[in-house]
């Protein structure tokens, strides 16, 4: 237990001093590491609760996608059965999650049932080889056709909506000018969002919580809105607010001029003539053609833009707008142009997300986490420290010697793994320096209970070390069980004090295994003692 | 203030260090030499003491439950500190009273301009918990600093709460399986019984103390099983040695003696784990104030005396070591064979 080859030795202590290196460059300010090789820029981040910033889980709404393609369906549906001419009865209608139909002749059935099928598109685009499609149409008899969307296409659209939610979450947090926000993919239908810095997420969430789906539609002039308040609604119309307040209706036409998809860019701005703030857009080729052609159609009318079904301006087309570009004027504050031109730039999200989970930690706040942690840090490391001292007098040294090489090197381990330090986690390194020393305990115990059985120096501490080691192998384990099921579940600041744990008791279980007996095969070699100090 | 403390503690440690190193420090004996304290003879005492404990636990769990924190019941915790002077949270209540938010708890939390509020879930799922963190940001204004603000809906709530508990049954299982495979299962057992008697306790003195129940006392809890068996194993490592080595020693002298042998270390890891949670306790700040405390009960208090008191005594009802005299029977032929 007590004889190293030289190689052996060398490599212990240069696992060692490579993984305490690892933990350089948090000691240098980050602009200067920046300036590093790349394989250098490895260091610990700071967890929200320690650097302050706001940490939101956002969640898109699965009722919201699913009724959406119900309504598709249906709308769809009608459309083929209209055009092949196929009578049916009472309309098409949602319910339980499909749509339904009663064909009015019972012998128009096979034809309706091989045209609605031709809406089904195979599942997973041109590659996916399942066979299965995205709608299942079956004949429920007496007349009534089901079209159910089958749970995997539902799972599939699911997927597709987080993937573009990512995206236009990702465009307009990254709108706001913060530094380094995560935004990442949680379970099936959340997506979180943490944004380092950030003291107030209120205008974060406002931006997030906007659909952002933009409209260009014409007012429906043949009904003026109180009428249509009283129930005198077109099919083909219907009902809006107005996004200012006071709540202003206006019947709007349901038909979509152009969208907001089609537009490339928009701009906060001032108006030259009112100087209010507007948000100025240009539209895309497609857009800027169809929004040219229905200018000039309705020269002298009203039309409407509409934001997430609430009317923002109802202005009337004084001449055609052939240029593809535009401005929006509604009772802006520059913040609220602001926003809009944020919102339309970065698109419209597929479908509406709520804030689930927040947390927010003020700088104030996380600076003095970080000043406590670390006074309490270095006092009970103090406070073992003189306690192994007294202890064991110069195998505390050795002791000593070994848990300050294991806190360093949980540093670089943790830097290696651009791990976060959370309070917890600070919490859990103090822990570990507290269960670092208890490797040494059962090392030198043991060997006093060894020279207490009567064998002499040498072999006494080679028994303590090949003994003690298998316990501190045990006994490390399950401890680390622990840390990686708290790993698994937990988020956040557990998260950050389930790495710390078990990062500790791997380099402790290390340091007791290589470093400890190297120090004291060390000094055996050195002094051929005739009785150990312990 | 604190930096000429560390300073000084820093000199302190480097002379004594010197000290040691040339071998002028008298030797120190927490536990001496030859201790043979008969503790199995206490499981009379002991496992009474420990039912009715547990009971006791139980039935506060039932009767005054635990504190759940947002984190499993959701709703809205913000902890604001006045910009100037101390906090007026009779003002600060009525100003939230007025929004009529249901149930409104205000604390003094830390220094006297800091102040900690929790808004109870409201009804009307996670945007109504929205609405409510900003009513009492509208009512509150600028008058005080944002430290923290945690919003918890009910979803996620339920989860995280589920989650919770699963981790805990996982972490329990996983370190059984793992015991039964290193030790015998009479072994995996005992460790069992002494890790739910652990959590109970601890539960009990959340259920007492009324700390808040959210992650972070998962996080203790889970701890305190890691620590409490990492103390039990090294018991049961030395059970396992002695049972090796005497075939024909009683139980209860057996298991004697390898708690006595192992005393020593355990009352000095127990100290140096003590020093560490005493300076989170002290120094580390209100926010893990609560985790802590849990730590300090169930690392210190409990996780040392189950392993002494409960999980190696309890070894002898299990059956353990009882069919050493065919085991050792069996064994010597081999030996003198081998001879």
């Given at each position: 237990?007590?004889?190293?080859?030289?190689?052996?030795?060398?490599?212990?202590?240069?696992t060692?001093?490579?993984?305490?290196l690892?933990?350089?460059?948090?000691?240098f300010?980050?602009a200067?590491?920046?300036?590093?090789?790349?394989?250098?820029?490895?260091?610990?981040?700071?967890?929200?609760?320690?650097?302050?910033?706001?940490?939101?889980?956002?969640?898109?709404?699965?009722?919201?996608?699913?009724?959406?393609?119900?309504?598709?369906?249906?709308?769809?549906?009608?459309?083929?059965?209209?055009?092949?001419?196929?009578?049916?009865?009472?309309?098409?209608?949602?319910?339980?999650?499909?749509?339904?139909v009663?064909?009015?002749?019972?012998?128009?059935?096979?034809?309706?049932?091989?045209?609605?099928?031709?809406?089904?598109?195979?599942?997973?685009?041109?590659i996916?080889?399942?066979?299965q499609?995205?709608?299942?149409?079956?004949?429920?008899?007496?007349?009534?056709?089901?079209?159910?969307p089958?749970?995997?296409?539902m799972?599939?659209?699911?997927?597709?909506?987080?993937?573009?939610?990512?995206q236009?979450?990702?465009?307009?947090?990254?709108?706001?000018?913060?530094?380094?926000?995560?935004?990442?993919?949680?379970?099936?239908?959340?997506?979180?969002?943490?944004?380092?810095?950030?003291?107030?997420?209120?205008?974060?969430?406002?931006l997030?919580?906007?659909?952002?789906?933009?409209e260009?539609?014409?007012?429906?002039?043949?009904?003026?809105?109180?009428?249509?308040?009283?129930?005198?609604?077109?099919?083909?119309?219907?009902?809006?607010?107005?996004?200012?307040?006071?709540?202003?209706?206006?019947?709007?036409?349901?038909?979509v001029?152009?969208?907001?998809?089609?537009?490339?860019?928009?701009?906060a701005?001032?108006?030259?003539?009112?100087?209010?703030?507007?948000?100025?857009?240009?539209?895309?080729?497609?857009?800027?053609?169809?929004?040219?052609?229905?200018?000039?159609?309705?020269?002298?009318?009203?039309?409407?833009?509409?934001l997430d079904?609430?009317?923002?301006?109802?202005?009337?087309?004084?001449?055609?707008?052939?240029?593809?570009?535009?401005q929006?004027?509604?009772?802006?504050?520059v913040?609220?142009?602001?926003?809009l031109?944020?919102?339309?730039?970065?698109?419209?999200?597929?479908?509406?997300l709520?804030?689930?989970e927040?947390?927010?930690?003020?700088?104030?706040l996380?600076?003095?986490?970080?000043?406590?942690?670390?006074?309490?840090?270095?006092?009970?490391?103090?406070?073992?420290?003189?306690?192994?001292?007294?202890?064991?007098?110069?195998?505390?040294?050795?002791?000593?010697?070994?848990?300050?090489?294991?806190?360093?090197?949980?540093?670089?381990?943790?830097?290696?793994?651009?791990?976060?330090?959370?309070?917890?986690?600070?919490?859990?390194?103090?822990?570990?320096?507290g269960?670092?020393?208890?490797?040494?305990?059962?090392?030198?115990?043991?060997?006093?209970?060894?020279?207490?059985?009567?064998?002499?120096?040498?072999?006494?501490?080679?028994?303590?070390?090949?003994?003690?080691?298998?316990?501190?192998?045990?006994?490390?384990?399950?401890?680390?069980?622990?840390?990686?099921?708290?790993?698994?579940?937990?988020?956040?600041?557990?998260?950050?004090f389930?790495?710390?744990?078990?990062?500790?008791?791997?380099?402790?279980?290390?340091?007791?295994?290589?470093?400890?007996?190297?120090?004291?095969?060390?000094?055996?070699?050195?002094?051929?003692?005739?009785?150990?100090?312990? | 203030m604190?930096?000429?403390?560390?300073?000084?503690?820093?000199?302190?440690?480097?002379?004594?260090?010197?000290?040691?190193?040339?071998?002028?420090?008298?030797?120190?004996?927490?536990v001496?030499?030859?201790?043979?304290?008969?503790?199995?003879?206490?499981?009379?005492?002991?496992?009474?003491v420990?039912?009715?404990?547990?009971?006791?636990?139980?039935?506060?769990?039932?009767?005054?439950?635990?504190?759940?924190?947002?984190?499993?019941?959701?709703?809205?915790?913000?902890?604001?500190?006045?910009?100037s002077?101390?906090?007026?949270?009779?003002?600060?209540?009525?100003?939230?009273?007025?929004?009529?938010?249901?149930?409104?708890?205000?604390?003094?939390?830390?220094?006297?301009?800091?102040?900690?509020?929790?808004?109870?879930?409201?009804?009307?799922?996670?945007?109504?918990?929205q609405?409510?963190?900003?009513?009492?940001?509208?009512?509150?204004?600028?008058?005080?600093?944002?430290?923290?603000?945690?919003?918890?809906?009910?979803?996620?709530?339920?989860?995280l709460?589920?989650?919770?508990?699963?981790?805990?049954m996982?972490?329990?299982?996983?370190?059984?399986i793992?015991?039964?495979?290193?030790?015998?299962?009479?072994?995996?057992l005992?460790?069992?019984?002494?890790?739910?008697?652990?959590i109970?306790?601890?539960?009990?003195?959340?259920?007492?103390?009324?700390?808040?129940?959210?992650?972070?006392?998962?996080?203790?809890?889970l701890?305190?099983?890691?620590?409490?068996?990492?103390?039990?194993?090294?018991?049961?490592?030395?059970?396992?040695?002695?049972?090796?080595?005497?075939?024909?020693m009683?139980?209860?002298?057996?298991?004697?003696?390898?708690?006595?042998?192992?005393?020593?270390?355990?009352i000095?890891?127990?100290?140096?784990?003590?020093?560490?949670?005493?300076?989170?306790?002290?120094?580390?700040?209100?926010?893990?104030?609560?985790?802590?405390?849990?730590m300090?009960?169930?690392?210190?208090?409990?996780?040392?005396?189950?392993?002494i008191?409960?999980?190696?005594?309890?070894?002898?009802?299990?059956?353990?070591?009882?069919?050493?005299?065919?085991?050792?029977?069996?064994?010597?032929?081999?030996?003198?064979?081998?001879?």
């Open positions: 237990m007590l004889y190293f080859t030289r190689w052996r030795a060398l490599g212990i202590v240069l060692a001093l490579i993984v305490c690892c933990a350089v460059p948090n000691f300010p980050e200067q590491v920046k300036t590093w090789p790349a394989w250098t820029q490895r260091r610990l981040v700071l967890g929200l609760d320690l650097q302050g910033g706001s940490y939101l889980l956002l969640e898109v709404d699965g009722n919201y996608v699913k009724k959406e393609r119900l309504d598709q369906i249906r709308d769809e549906g009608r459309r083929v059965l209209r055009d092949n001419k196929i009578g049916f009865t009472g309309g098409l209608t949602v319910r339980n999650d499909a749509v339904e009663r064909i009015s002749k019972e012998s128009d059935v096979p034809t309706a049932l091989s045209k609605l099928r031709e809406m089904a598109q195979p599942l997973g685009g041109l996916g080889s399942s066979g499609r995205d709608l299942d149409v079956t004949d429920a008899g007496g007349g009534l056709i089901r079209l159910t089958p749970q995997a296409a799972i599939e659209r699911m997927r597709k909506t987080i993937e573009q939610s990512i236009i979450v990702e465009r307009r947090v990254n709108e706001l000018g913060t530094v380094e926000p995560v935004i990442q993919r949680q379970g099936n239908d959340r997506i979180l969002v943490q944004v380092p810095g950030l003291q107030d997420p209120t205008r974060l969430k406002e997030l919580g906007k659909t952002a789906k933009m260009f539609r014409m007012v429906d002039t043949s009904v003026p809105p109180d009428q249509a308040q009283q129930g005198r609604l077109p099919p083909e119309s219907e009902l809006l607010m107005s996004a200012s307040p006071p709540p202003t209706p206006y019947v709007v036409k349901k038909q001029l152009v969208a907001g998809g089609d537009l490339t860019d928009a701009q701005s001032f108006d030259q003539r009112t100087n209010e703030p507007v948000v100025s857009f240009k539209f895309n080729t497609s857009g800027a053609r169809k929004f040219s052609q229905a200018t000039q159609e309705n020269v002298g009318l009203p039309f409407a833009i509409v079904n609430k009317v923002i301006s109802a202005p009337v087309i004084r001449e055609p707008i052939t240029g593809g570009q535009g929006i004027s509604g009772s802006f504050t913040q609220s142009a602001n926003d031109a944020i919102l339309l730039r970065a698109g419209a999200l597929p479908a509406p709520t804030v689930v927040e947390r927010t930690v003020g700088p104030g996380g600076q003095d986490s970080i000043e406590k942690g670390e006074l309490a840090a270095y006092v009970g490391s103090i406070l073992v420290i003189i306690f192994m001292l007294l202890t064991y007098r110069l195998f505390g040294v050795f002791a000593n010697i070994a848990v300050a090489i294991n806190v360093a090197m949980i540093f670089g381990l943790l830097s290696l793994l651009n791990a976060t330090l959370t309070l917890p986690g600070i919490a859990g390194i103090v822990l570990t320096v269960i670092a020393v208890d490797s040494n305990v059962l090392i030198y115990e043991r060997i006093r209970e060894e020279l207490r059985g009567g064998r002499n120096a040498i072999s006494a501490i080679d028994a303590g070390f090949k003994r003690a080691l298998a316990t501190i192998l045990d006994s490390n384990i399950t401890t680390f069980i622990a840390a990686a099921v708290l790993f698994y579940i937990g988020t956040g600041p557990v998260r950050g389930a790495v710390t744990l078990g990062i500790g008791i791997i380099t402790t279980v290390f340091t007791a295994f290589t470093l400890t007996r190297l120090i004291v095969a060390g000094w055996v070699r050195w002094k051929r003692p005739q009785s150990v100090p312990i | 604190t930096h000429y403390v560390l300073i000084g503690l820093g000199i302190l440690i480097a002379v004594l260090t010197v000290v040691a190193a040339l071998g002028l420090l008298p030797s120190l004996r927490i001496p030499d030859n201790t043979h304290f008969d503790f199995t003879r206490f499981r009379r005492v002991s496992f009474p420990s039912a009715a404990l547990s009971i006791v636990a139980i039935t506060l769990f039932f009767t005054h439950g635990l504190n759940f924190g947002i984190d499993f019941r959701g709703g809205t915790l913000l902890e604001v500190q006045a910009k002077g101390s906090a007026d949270i009779a003002a600060m209540r009525s100003a939230l009273d007025t929004l009529r938010l249901g149930e409104v708890q205000l604390q003094q939390f830390g220094g006297p301009a800091d102040v900690l509020i929790r808004v109870a879930e409201q009804p009307g799922g996670d945007a109504a918990q609405e409510a963190v900003q009513k009492v940001r509208g009512a509150l204004g600028d008058s005080v600093e944002y430290r923290r603000v945690e919003v918890v809906g009910p979803r996620v709530s339920g989860e709460l589920a989650y919770g508990m699963l981790g805990l996982l972490a329990i299982v996983s370190i059984l793992y015991l039964w495979f290193r030790f015998e299962w009479q072994f995996a005992g460790a069992m019984i002494a890790n739910v008697h652990d109970v306790l601890t539960i009990g003195f959340m259920s007492i103390s009324q700390v808040d129940f959210d992650l972070t006392s998962i996080a203790a809890l701890t305190i099983l890691g620590y409490s068996l990492n103390d039990t194993v090294v018991i049961y490592d030395r059970i396992r040695e002695m049972l090796r080595r005497y075939k024909k009683p139980m209860p002298q057996l298991l004697n003696e390898s708690i006595n042998s192992t005393l020593s270390r355990s000095i890891t127990h100290f140096t784990v003590t020093l560490a949670l005493l300076a989170l306790l002290l120094f580390g700040g209100h926010a893990i104030h609560s985790f802590t405390a849990v300090m009960f169930g690392v210190v208090l409990v996780g040392t005396y189950t392993s008191f409960i999980a190696a005594p309890v070894l002898i009802y299990l059956g353990v070591g009882e069919h050493r005299e065919d085991a050792a029977e069996a064994a010597t032929p081999a030996k003198k064979s081998k001879a």
